[in-house]
């Protein structure tokens, strides 16, 4: 056991370094919110702030509105992941349980899609977005993010675990297609979409650049755009620094919170790449 | 109640990268009610013809009806076929009663009449504790339980079973299969069951099908089965212990074994060489016939099987439990009833001067 531990000691304290190498800016995030400018740019480096300034998030929100960027965010990352683990159940459906022709060459190109740098894509997209007509608006945010190439690989994974015989059994109990998605696949397969509703919405709401050139006017922002909007507005001030900080405070905390209540599913996710059925 | 016929007329399944069909042309006819069970070897197509009339395979070619008319084309969910599976097939996320209710909740059934037939049939089948159970929670035989009361709810016309005992152990396996037959008694079911146990065939079977390579070899009763099986391969398949085999010559009508005449026959066939089979209870002790030398005895209670060799051939008996007879001690045998097979293993259908 002793020795165990002696084995183990490099490796522990290495992490714990790491640990606190990626936590540091965080905390010094949070305290910065509740510090004045001065003691932001302090030297040396004050740590706890002598009177926790908590104006400095009323002031944030006068200077900008972020309490509507962090709604339409959350609200377009929500439809948009929705629509995402719908159509990929539906495509993990038909990829699994169909037989047509050109199945495999389907599979392979999606699988493709995803090995392209999203940025290649950013100029087509923009041309069909603009051509529909949905320049700056959410809609467009939603329509170009709504199939994901990696919750259909990840699905269609999961439904490949299912046992065929439990799907024939569904078949002769009377079950139609959309039946058997969505009462018996889907449901055996919750673990995984419950991971890939996580991941993709952390990834839709940290989406920075591709909304940025979606959205042009403030009413559509997402949080992502206003913040960075903010910074470069303020930013140049001083004494503005510690409403950036509130700021990006506020930006952080659905998803702290978020994780700090789904935390045992965030590890799962990471740990099993959600390919357990 | 309600049963049906099932028709099946040049049914052929043929996979496409295959080079043999799985089944070739079958046809049989399973009348309304009965209790139809496929045997044959791993690989023999039985569990492909049974979902081939699920509908959950596709039919390459041939008819198959059902109360007269063809359903090749109906998809599964609409032949009201219910289908007990070998792994039970179970919803894992469902518990007992919603496994048992899932068919009747898909054809928009009024909620209490699902709750009474789900009740009515836990009760049957003794699941009545454990309907809010999960199947995970559940022993291997009230699995299968439950796979047979999801089937019994749906009240289906046809029952398919595919191997749904070979999960289980012996004594749960007699169980079930004494509960299965009282269950087609009570509800006359059309029911086709595919099995590899040859107990199951011929305890449980109205009419049997014997299938090897995707070919019918016969179909009947399990004592035509037994008694006159069509060829060769059915005289081996069934029956335990295996039925002995032998080459034998014909010199008119009279069976010789290595010199040795063995039996007269009564019918006139044409003198030659043959295979003989002899089931293991139809040989007799005698002063002279075969000398056996006895090489090793098997008690099962009622019965002893005397295993024992003359020159290169094998041979099995079976007599009375209370006899004994000395390992390396020899005996004398001959056959009171045999089957003559011909060169392409067919069975002439002979029968033995005084039998």
């Not at chain 1, 913040?227 to 905390?253: S, Y």
């Not at chain 2, 699995?143 to 079973?161: D, E, H, K, T």
């Not at chain 2, 009570?186 to 449980?204: F, G, P, W």
Request: net charge positive.
């Amino acid at each position: 056991m002793k020795q165990f531990v002696l084995k183990s000691m490099p490796r522990t304290i290495i992490v714990m370094l790491l640990s606190v190498v990626m936590i540091f800016p965080l905390i010094w995030m949070l305290l910065s919110a509740l510090k004045t400018a001065d003691e932001i740019f302090a030297i040396p480096l004050t740590w706890l702030p002598a009177i926790p300034q908590w104006d400095n998030f009323a002031n944030a929100l006068k200077l900008a509105p972020f309490g509507l960027y962090i709604w339409n965010s959350i609200f377009t990352a929500i439809i948009i992941v929705f629509f995402q683990v719908l159509f990929a159940a539906m495509l993990a459906y038909a990829l699994t349980q169909f037989t047509f022709k050109g199945k495999k060459l389907l599979f392979q190109s999606i699988l493709l899609t995803y090995m392209l740098p999203a940025a290649a894509t950013y100029v087509p997209s923009y041309v069909i977005i603009s051509k529909m007509g949905l320049l700056d608006s959410l809609a467009g945010i939603i329509i170009s993010n709504s199939i994901s190439v990696f919750a259909i690989f990840i699905l269609r994974q999961a439904f490949m675990q299912i046992p065929t015989e439990l799907l024939d059994a569904a078949r002769s109990d009377g079950a139609s297609d959309f039946v058997i998605l969505t009462k018996i696949m889907m449901p055996m397969s919750k673990s995984t979409i419950f991971t890939v509703v996580l991941i993709s919405f952390v990834q839709m709401y940290n989406n920075y650049l591709w909304p940025s050139l979606i959205v042009k006017s403030e009413e559509n922002f997402l949080i992502t755009v206003g913040l960075n909007r903010f910074f470069t507005t303020q930013g140049t001030f001083a004494e503005q620094w510690p409403l950036i900080m509130a700021a990006n405070v506020m930006t952080v905390a659905p998803l702290l919170l978020l994780f700090l209540i789904l935390q045992k599913w965030f590890m799962k996710g990471i740990s099993d790449n959600g390919l357990k059925g | 109640m309600n049963a049906t016929k099932i028709e099946i007329e040049q049914l052929t399944k043929q996979y496409e990268n295959a080079a043999t069909p799985v089944i070739e042309n079958l046809n049989m006819t399973i009348q309304e009610g009965e209790f139809i069970v496929i045997v044959g070897p791993s690989g023999c197509g039985k569990s492909t013809t049974m979902r081939m009339i699920a509908g959950i395979e596709t039919i390459t070619s041939g008819f198959l009806k059902i109360d007269g008319h063809i359903v090749n084309h109906l998809p599964a969910k609409d032949r009201d076929i219910a289908m007990v599976f070998q792994s039970y097939a179970l919803y894992p996320h469902m518990t007992v009663f919603d496994n048992m209710a899932f068919g009747l909740k898909i054809r928009k059934h009024k909620k209490e009449v699902i709750q009474n037939k789900v009740h009515e049939a836990a009760e049957l089948l003794g699941l009545m504790p454990y309907l809010k159970r999960k199947p995970k929670d559940l022993s291997g035989g009230q699995r299968q339980r439950v796979a047979l009361g999801r089937a019994i709810v749906r009240n289906s016309p046809i029952f398919l079973m595919d191997e749904p005992l070979s999960n289980l152990d012996a004594k749960l396996r007699n169980q079930m299969r004494v509960e299965l037959l009282n269950l087609h008694r009570s509800l006359k079911t059309t029911t086709i069951y595919v099995t590899h146990d040859q107990t199951e065939a011929m305890t449980m079977a109205d009419r049997i099908i014997v299938l090897k390579d995707g070919q019918v070899q016969q179909i009947g009763t399990p004592e035509e089965i037994y008694r006159q099986p069509a060829n060769l391969f059915v005289g081996t398949f069934l029956g335990s212990p295996q039925m002995n085999t032998m080459p034998i010559t014909l010199k008119k009508r009279t069976v010789y074994l290595n010199e040795i005449a063995i039996a007269q026959l009564a019918n006139d066939i044409n003198s030659g060489r043959y295979q003989i089979g002899v089931r293991p209870e139809d040989w007799l002790i005698v002063e002279t016939g075969i000398p056996l030398t006895i090489t090793h005895t098997e008690l099962l209670g009622a019965d002893l099987h005397i295993h024992g060799n003359f020159e290169h051939h094998t041979i099995i008996l079976r007599c009375d439990g209370k006899s004994t007879y000395t390992i390396g001690g020899v005996i004398h045998i001959m056959p009171k009833h045999l089957q003559l097979f011909n060169e392409q293993e067919q069975n002439i259908y002979v029968k033995l001067l005084g039998e």
